[in-house]
DNA sequence: CGTACTCTTGACCATATTCAAGAGACGTGG
DNA sequence: CCACGTCTCTTGAATATGGTCAAGAGTACG
C-alpha cells in the first residue's frame, strides 16, 4: 500500500510557476522573482470541499491560487450562509487574517486546488524591500473590493433573474480572463446551492430561476456546473457591461 | 455682496490635523508627517448632498475623510440605488480610481464634509518611500473589504429586522469609535430612504421595520436621523457581535 | 442494491413591494 | 402672515416575489 503524498510540498520554483508562464499576468523581475522565492513556504494541495481558512481562526500563511477554484463565505449562527465572492487562479487569500487578527470568513475549495503558501510574518518585509509587490497587494484588495461593491448592489436591488444571469457571467467573465476552464466548455463544480447562497435566494427559487435561464437558451445547466450559451443575453438580462479589463499583477 | 469662499483650501498642516490630534489613529513619525504633508494638495469642503465621486469618471485624486461623512454607492440603469458603505472620519476613498481606470462607485456627502485631497500619481512614490504608509494603505482596504463582507452577509442572508439591527448597530459603532458624534446623540443626518437603500429594501418596508424596533424601544427615529436605545438589543436581534477593535492607521 | 447527492416540480404560505393617500415640518415668495 | 411646494415619515390595501414543505426522479458510488 502505497502512502499518499504529503499535502504540503515545494515542487515549483518560482521561475517555472506556470501562473507566469500562463502569460495572464504580469513579469517579476528577477530581484522580485528571488525575493518572492524565498517569501514562499512551500505549497498547499486541498482537496475539492475542503476547508482552506476557517471564520474565526488565525492562520500563520497566506495564499495565492495556484490552480483550481473555490469560494469565500460567511454563516450566521443557526447555518445560513452568505457565499460573498470566488477565488481563483492568481487570487491572493487570508490577507485580511494579517490585519485583523482573525479570519471574519471562510474560503473553501470547489474544485482540488493548488496554492502556493506565503509567511504572513514576512509580508511587512515585501511592502520594504519591493514596494512594487506592496503595491500590487494594494491591487488585488482594491479589485476584491471593486467585486465586492458589485456583488451587493445584485443581491440588494437585482431580481432574481438579474443576479444569477449576472452572476453565471461574471464566473464566465473572471474564468475566461485567466483560462481556468478552456472557452466554451462547462464551468464547474458547483451546485444549485452554491449559486443559491452567492445569490442570497432559497434553493427552490434558484432551481426555479435557472430553468427559466435554460428555457432561454442563455445558459445550460448539467450536473453541477454550467455552460454559457449565449453570455451577451444573459448580460443584457442582468444591465452589466463585463468586468474592467487591465493588466493585472499577481504575487 | 461677498464672493463665497473657495471650495478648496489649504489650511491646515498635517501636523496639526485634528485627525491625529484625536487619538483615535496611529501616530506619524516625523518623517511621514514631513512626507504625508508634500503629498497633501489641499482640502476639499463638500456640501451636505454634494457629489465627491462619481461613477465612470476619472478623479485625479485621493481623499482622506477629516470630518463629516457620507456614503459609497452604485446605481443601475433605471435608477435603483445600492449604498455599499459609509465613510467616515478618516477612511481613505478613491483608491479604485487608482488601479482601476475610473471609479465603479460614486460617494455623496451627508453632512457638510472636510476632505484631505491628495495627488493619485504620486501614491506609488508613497510605497516606495514609506512602506508603513504603504501598508497601512493596504490595512485600510483590507478592512473595507471586511465591512463589506459583512454587509453582503446581511443583504443576502438576514431577515428585515435583523439587516436593520445590524446597520444600525454598524453606524452606531464606527461613528463612536471616531467620536463623529457625540455618545448618546442623534446619528444624523440619514433619512429612511438612506436606509432602504443600504438593507436593499423598499421605503415602506423599511418604515415598517425601523417603527417596530422603535416599537422594542431599540432605537428612537426622529428626523432623519435615530438614538440608539439599547445597543445590546439591537446587536442580538442581527446576530451581530460587533467591530473587532484594533489601532488603527490612516493617511 | 441501497444510500447519498443533486436536481426538479407543485402547492401553499410569508415576506416584501407597489400603489395610494395623508400628516407634519420647513422654507420661500407673494 | 399666509399659501404653496417640497421633503420626510406614516399607514392601509392589493399584489408580487420569493420561501417553505413535500415528494419524486436520476445518477454515482460503495
Redesign the interface.
Known sequence: MDTSPPKSTRNIPCDECPLLCSGHFRAFSEAELRFVNTFKRGELASDAGSTILLEGTHSPHLYTVISGWGF?Y?T???G???I?NYVLPGDFIG??G?????M??SVEALSDMILCVFERNRL?EL??KY??L??D???L??????M??????S????SAAERAAYLLAFLYERAGAVALFPRGTRIAPLTQQHVA?T??LSLVHTNKTLRKLNAQKAIDWLDSGFEIKDIEVLKQIA?WTGL?D?ARPFI
Request: aromatic share 8%; charged share 35%; proline share 4%.
Open positions: 469565500r460567511k450566521l449562527e443557526d445560513r450562509r452568505q460573498l490577507l485580511q494579517s490585519v485583523l487578527s482573525e471574519h470568513h511587512f511592502y520594504e514596494p512594487e506592496g503595491f497587494i494594494t491591487w484588495a482594491a479589485r476584491e473590493e471593486q465586492l461593491d458589485e456583488h451587493l448592489l443581491v440588494g436591488r437585482r447562497d445569490l442570497g444591465g474592467p487591465i
